[in-house]
């Protein structure tokens, strides 16, 4: 069975931090990019950020370049999220997700989904 597995989430005061864990299972993960993707009740899908499977490269959104890290561990088949500096509009249902093609060719690159962890943040 492929299973993405989010957790991490969680409430948090504006300025802080929280870190999202990816663990897979299932897969092949070294193999596969794998990015971090966040939805607002009402709001489309936005993709947040992502890390190869090949070199280890990094891509973010812009809003979020400078506050969010993504880094991997192949040997735990997982895939981290630190997030800092925290803020009301960062509030969203974060989900990862897996590509077997790379980072940066769209989310119908993305063939596995996790469901999700829940991040709200207070003002």
């Known amino acids: 069975e492929v299973q993405l597995v989010e957790s991490g989430g969680g409430l948090v005061q504006a300025g802080g931090s929280l870190r999202l864990s990816c663990i897979a299972s299932g897969f092949t993960f070294d193999a596969y990019a794998i990015s971090w993707f966040r939805q607002a009740p009402g709001k489309e899908r936005d993709w947040v950020s992502c890390?190869?499977?090949?070199?280890?490269?990094?891509y973010y959104e812009d809003s979020m370049k400078g506050r969010f890290t993504i880094s991997r561990d192949n040997a735990k088949n997982t895939v981290y999220l630190q997030m800092n500096s925290l803020k009301p509009e960062d509030t969203a249902v974060y989900s990862c997700a897996a590509s077997p093609v790379g980072c940066n060719y769209g989310e119908l690159a993305y063939d596995y989904w996790g469901q999700g962890t829940q991040v709200t943040v207070s003002s």
């Open positions: 890390i190869s499977s090949s070199d280890g490269s990094t």
